[in-house]
């Protein structure tokens, strides 16, 4: 008796569709920010001639904020799917069931550990916007079950019922900060499948332009001009 060796994600043709929604609808959205940004600034040197240079930039910061926000957002998504492929080609989908009632931070939750299916791993799912859709996309995920696709010690992909939505899942523990060596807790096959997704590199620089963007977001939104 032979061991069969399950099919990765990317195998599956509905698992290719959604991830080229997913693609189109980033693409789609960093579009609209550039073109918002191009828009502001026809405005602006329009205005300038009307109100004077000192109300318009005074008038500009709020928007500018806004748009730099959207733009830095989209980029971030950009760079989540095409992360999403590798993750997609490497592993294969597995089926997690309803997560139960919502706590009050619903991006967190745990995933078995591959090597040790006993222990828990917890991770969170990425934010991919500003807006209601993020957290509808999550609060369906945990209520009615997902498949999700990675090693939850580095990166997953979660998908929703019917692949309607593709989700990114990060880790919230140290084995990113191995120093590219394989860590004592994980095993040959699945360090080697993690390095063939390109999964075991700490997305340091990208975890803190997120950070940062969504941090000058919610310092906007608590602004009283924002009102």
């Known amino acids: 008796m032979t061991d069969q060796v399950p099919e990765t994600a990317f195998v599956n043709p509905a698992t290719i569709r959604a991830w080229q929604n997913e693609r189109r609808r980033s693409l789609a959205n960093l579009i609209f920010w550039i ?3 191009l828009g502001f600034v026809t405005l602006f040197t329009r205005a300038e001639d009307h109100v004077g240079k000192l109300l318009a930039i005074a008038l500009s910061v709020p928007v ?3 748009i730099t926000v959207g733009i830095g957002l989209a980029s971030v998504r950009w760079e989540h799917i095409g992360k999403m492929r590798a993750v997609l080609k490497a592993y294969p989908w597995q089926y997690c069931p309803p997560l139960g009632k919502s706590p ?3 991006e967190y939750f745990r995933l078995p550990d591959p090597d040790e299916p006993h222990k828990k791993i917890q991770v969170a799912f990425r ?14 995920a945990r209520s009615a079950g997902f498949t999700f696709a990675g090693d939850p010690r580095y990166a997953c992909v979660v998908a929703l019922p019917g692949h309607r939505r593709l ?3 990060r880790p919230q523990h140290v084995h990113l900060d191995s120093g590219g060596t394989r860590p004592r807790t994980v095993s040959e096959t699945a360090w080697h499948r993690a390095q063939e997704a390109g999964i075991t590199v700490p997305p340091s620089q990208e975890e803190q332009r997120r950070k940062l963007l969504y941090s000058l977001w919610k310092a906007f939104r608590k602004s009283p001009s924002s009102r």
Do not use: N, P
Not at 127 to 140: A, D, I
């Open 64 to 66: 500018v904020l806004v």
């Open 35 to 37: 073109f918002c940004l």
């Open 167 to 169: 989700l990114a899942v």
């Open 104 to 106: 009050a931070d619903i």
């Open 127 to 140: 934010r991919y916007g500003t807006g209601k859709s993020w957290r509808r996309s999550v609060r369906e």
